[in-house]
């Protein structure tokens, strides 16, 4: 092993079918055995100096290669038993998989993390593959959030790995060795989010509403409905001939920076690696010999654990300069916690909720650079929030371009697992920042839900300029449910239904115009750019409520939207413009409407 771990990487090329394991590429080849290689190396340097295992609290699993097949299927598959249908349960998971090779099929539940601690997603490889239907459902994923898979490699037994999803479940720096497919048989999903990953052949999205697709490598995509978009994707489908069919392929991605992820090397070092920003990219961020990134120590930051913080205990820390590690759980916060020094990364494990239970912001960060806010969900508690995340305290002319916010898997919930309230769940005040992947939900399902239960106003407004979101998804808020007033915004794929439970249309009236538009650009805003949205309503509750215009924004030679559809679902009420006062209306003799561009 040692001549390997001394061997420049891009050097090496190996035969994996010597091993047993699949074909891949020679560099994703090379990776992989020189990581093994120098995992190796330093750990016969560090045999004699003992490594404590963290303690991140009992609801982190940890997997070892050493481990039984049967010990590891056996944990995998309580777990799911517990999250299969567990859909507002208080239980929360996270499953780490140290490097090496997994004979195992995971079935992937509600509130469960896999997260490969490997430095590349080959390091990890799940030889069975990855399974999510919605068989608990009767087929209809549409309801199958809160779950994600980071940082490893899948063979799926069959061939195909299955990720029938709706949203907040993304899959991130993964390696699909096969095809994927993106629905259960035929039944309804709404989904989804999948970047910086490597799919080796064919992604089937079946019935799937919509779908982002970022800086990603794929084989090719088949099948479409409403609204799919591609951007920085090698190999992704043609777009000249939308909407038939309504592929959106932005080649390049203009800025980003990926999520920070848990790993650990070879002496059993755990560290949080943060990858630097990247402009106008294409394709995954993994496949050079040095990602350009900060390695992050775990001593820099404080495990918290749901059980025992508190917002006081949170907020030490961080004054301390310590970045906080959510290991799986709620936190019941009666106060903010405060996030105020620059390149502060907030990680969640499990999708760490955060739950206000005086009336209070779960979170804000300060005006400052590089924080970094990833896998965090924000619940509503009974008591009103004005707003759950605040960005900025105030609009301010202060530049982050050079080390930009950023947002990685945030998502928001007011309803749903109980009354919750929230005037609020987002504001961005701070200029610059990235947004990767928010969904924020005025709940339309499950406990404390009503038209007035679980009030709100605007599910997210946005005050800073340059700011950009890859998959932004806001549904069911009673005002504007993306209300835009900073200039230079960019949003690549909009996903948003308006609310479900109106009464009546009186109830639901702006002035004296039908309806909120679901995304608003303010009047006085004049440089501002959509791509790829879709807009759709279901009133069910009154099947003769209207919305006048699916979006509203001012008109000028520096505001530009592409790729716009409006959906009345099955018939069920009316969205009568798509942008302004342009487009068919959608409603029970035109199901869709679509424009190209203004």
Same mark, same amino acid.
């Given at each position: 092993?040692?001549?390997?771990?001394?061997?420049?990487?891009?050097?090496?090329?190996?035969?994996?079918?010597?091993? /047993?394991?699949? $074909?891949?590429?020679?560099?994703? %080849?090379?990776?992989?055995?020189?990581?093994?290689?120098?995992?190796?190396?330093?750990? +016969?340097?560090?045999?004699? #100096?003992?490594?404590? +295992?963290?303690?991140?609290?009992?609801?982190?699993?940890?997997?070892?290669?050493?481990?039984?097949?049967?010990?590891?299927?056996?944990?995998?598959?309580?777990?799911? #038993?517990?999250? !299969?249908?567990?859909?507002?349960?208080?239980?929360?998971?996270?499953?780490?998989?140290?490097?090496?090779?997994?004979?195992?099929?995971?079935?992937?539940?509600?509130?469960?993390?896999?997260?490969?601690?490997?430095?590349?997603?080959?390091?990890?490889?799940? @030889?069975?593959?990855? @399974?999510?239907?919605?068989?608990? &459902?009767?087929?209809?994923?549409?309801?199958?959030?809160?779950?994600?898979?980071?940082?490893?490699?899948?063979?799926?037994?069959?061939?195909?790995?299955?990720?029938?999803?709706?949203?907040?479940?993304?899959?991130?720096?993964? &390696?699909?060795?096969?095809?994927?497919?993106?629905?259960?048989?035929?039944?309804?999903?709404?989904?989804?989010?999948?970047?910086?990953?490597?799919?080796?052949?064919?992604?089937?999205?079946?019935?799937?509403?919509?779908?982002?697709?970022?800086?990603?490598?794929? =084989?090719?995509?088949?099948?479409?409905?409403?609204?799919?978009?591609?951007?920085?994707?090698?190999?992704?489908?043609?777009?000249?001939?939308?909407?038939?069919?309504?592929?959106?392929?932005?080649?390049?991605?203009?800025?980003?920076?990926?999520?920070?992820?848990?790993?650990?090397?070879?002496?059993?070092?755990?560290?949080?690696?943060?990858?630097?920003?990247?402009?106008?990219?294409?394709?995954?961020?993994?496949?050079?010999?040095?990602?350009?990134?900060?390695?992050?120590?775990?001593?820099?930051?404080?495990?918290?654990?749901?059980?025992?913080?508190?917002?006081?205990?949170?907020?030490?820390?961080?004054?301390?300069? #310590?970045?906080?590690? *959510?290991?799986?759980?709620?936190? $019941?916060?009666?106060?903010?916690? @405060?996030?105020?020094?620059?390149?502060?990364?907030?990680?969640?494990?499990?999708?760490?909720?955060?739950?206000?239970?005086?009336?209070?912001? %779960?979170?804000?960060?300060?005006?400052?650079?590089?924080? $970094?806010?990833?896998?965090?969900?924000?619940?509503? =508690? !009974?008591?009103?929030?004005?707003?759950?995340?605040?960005?900025?305290?105030? #609009?301010?002319?202060?530049?982050?371009?050079?080390?930009?916010i950023a947002l990685h898997d945030v998502f928001f919930r007011v309803g749903g697992a109980a009354v919750g309230n929230a005037t609020h769940s987002v504001i961005i005040n701070?200029?610059?920042?990235? /947004?990767?992947?928010?969904?924020?939900?005025?709940?339309?399902?499950?406990?404390?839900?009503?038209?007035?239960?679980?009030?709100?106003?605007? /599910?997210?407004?946005?005050?800073?300029?340059?700011?950009?979101?890859?998959?932004?998804?806001?549904?069911?808020?009673?005002?504007?449910?993306?209300?835009?007033?900073?200039?230079? =915004?960019?949003?690549?794929?909009?996903?948003?239904?308006?609310?479900?439970?109106?009464?009546? @249309?009186?109830?639901?009236?702006?002035?004296?115009?039908?309806?909120?538009?679901?995304?608003?650009? %303010?009047?006085?805003?004049?440089?501002?750019?959509?791509?790829?949205?879709?807009?759709?309503?279901?009133?069910?509750?009154?099947?003769?409520?209207?919305?006048?215009?699916?979006? !509203?924004?001012?008109?000028?030679?520096?505001? &530009?939207?592409?790729?716009?559809?409006?959906?009345?679902?099955?018939?069920?009420?009316?969205?009568?413009?798509? *942008?302004? !006062?342009?487009?068919?209306?959608?409603?029970?003799?035109?199901?869709?409407?679509?424009?190209?561009?203004?």
């Amino acid at each position: 092993m040692s001549y390997f771990a001394s061997a420049h990487r891009h050097t090496l090329r190996f035969n994996l079918a010597s091993l /047993g394991l699949p $074909k891949a590429s020679s560099l994703l %080849a090379s990776l992989t055995l020189a990581s093994w290689a120098l995992a190796g190396c330093q750990a +016969t340097e560090a045999q004699n #100096k003992p490594i404590q +295992t963290p303690d991140f609290g009992e609801h982190v699993i940890i997997m070892d290669p050493t481990m039984p097949a049967a010990e590891v299927q056996n944990k995998l598959d309580a777990i799911f #038993k517990l999250q !299969e249908s567990n859909q507002f349960g208080p239980e929360r998971y996270a499953v780490l998989f140290k490097p090496g090779v997994y004979h195992n099929k995971v079935r992937l539940g509600f509130y469960t993390q896999l997260l490969g601690l490997g430095q590349f997603p080959d390091d990890v490889m799940l @030889q069975g593959g990855i @399974q999510v239907e919605a068989s608990w &459902h009767d087929g209809d994923a549409t309801q199958n959030f809160w779950r994600s898979v980071e940082n490893l490699s899948v063979t799926p037994d069959n061939g195909t790995m299955q990720w029938a999803v709706s949203q907040a479940s993304p899959l991130r720096r993964i &390696h699909v060795r096969g095809n994927m497919l993106l629905d259960d048989n035929g039944g309804w999903s709404s989904g989804g989010f999948i970047a910086d990953s490597l799919v080796d052949q064919q992604i089937n999205s079946g019935t799937q509403q919509q779908w982002l697709t970022r800086n990603a490598s794929i =084989g090719s995509w088949t099948n479409e409905n409403w609204n799919m978009v591609f951007v920085g994707v090698k190999n992704a489908p043609e777009s000249k001939n939308w909407p038939t069919p309504p592929y959106t392929v932005v080649e390049q991605t203009p800025l980003v920076s990926e999520k920070p992820f848990l790993t650990i090397d070879g002496s059993g070092q755990y560290s949080v690696f943060v990858p630097a920003l990247r402009k106008n990219t294409q394709g995954v961020s993994w496949q050079e010999t040095h990602v350009p990134g900060a390695k992050l120590p775990l001593d820099k930051f404080y495990i918290a654990k749901a059980a025992t913080d508190s917002a006081a205990t949170l907020n030490a820390a961080l004054d301390a300069g #310590k970045h906080l590690l *959510l290991t799986p759980g709620i936190y $019941k916060l009666d106060a903010p916690v @405060q996030v105020k020094n620059p390149d502060t990364v907030v990680l969640g494990l499990g999708i760490a909720t955060l739950l206000p239970t005086a009336g209070n912001v %779960a979170l804000t960060v300060a005006d400052v650079d590089g924080v $970094k806010i990833s896998g965090v969900l924000f619940d509503a =508690g !009974e008591k009103n929030s004005e707003v759950l995340l605040q960005v900025g305290d105030k #609009k301010s002319a202060t530049s982050h371009a050079q080390n930009p916010i950023a947002l990685h898997d945030v998502f928001f919930r007011v309803g749903g697992a109980a009354v919750g309230n929230a005037t609020h769940s987002v504001i961005i005040n701070s200029n610059h920042v990235i /947004g990767d992947n928010l969904w924020v939900w005025r709940g339309d399902h499950g406990n404390g839900i009503g038209w007035a239960t679980n009030k709100t106003k605007h /599910g997210i407004i946005v005050n800073g300029d340059n700011v950009t979101m890859y998959g932004l998804f806001v549904e069911h808020f009673h005002d504007y449910q993306t209300l835009w007033n900073g200039e230079y =915004g960019e949003v690549y794929f909009y996903q948003s239904e308006a609310p479900y439970d109106v009464p009546d @249309q009186q109830s639901w009236m702006n002035g004296s115009t039908n309806g909120y538009a679901s995304y608003k650009v %303010a009047d006085h805003v004049q440089h501002h750019k959509a791509i790829g949205m879709g807009v759709y309503c279901f009133f069910d509750t009154n099947t003769s409520v209207k919305l006048h215009s699916a979006i !509203e924004a001012p008109s000028g030679p520096d505001i &530009h939207f592409d790729h716009i559809t409006s959906v009345s679902l099955g018939g069920t009420g009316e969205i009568t413009h798509v *942008l302004n !006062e342009q487009g068919e209306r959608a409603y029970d003799k035109n199901y869709v409407s679509r424009m190209i561009s203004q």
